[in-house]
């Protein structure tokens, strides 16, 4: 598994982290004006990521992946 962070906009990938444990996440330094531009971070349900993103990226706002939700219900 890993993390990756997409650029919305341009549908280009940010970056890809081969990770995701928490304290790997935790580790990489984001750019202070980069963490402070995220408006909305869209994650696939795994349990410490809403941590990692209050942490790290303070005035997103974070939604489940709808296909998480439906496969949950399904």
Do not use: W
């Amino acid at each position: 598994m890993a993390f990756n962070r997409v650029d919305i906009k341009t549908h280009q990938i940010i970056n890809l982290i081969a990770s995701r444990r928490l304290d790997v996440l935790l580790s990489i330094q984001f750019l202070r004006e980069v963490q402070n531009q995220v408006k909305v971070s869209i994650i696939d349900g795994y349990i410490p990521f809403p941590s990692l993103i209050k942490e790290c990226f303070k005035n997103a706002k974070i939604s489940i992946d709808c296909f998480r939700i439906v496969q949950n219900f399904a």
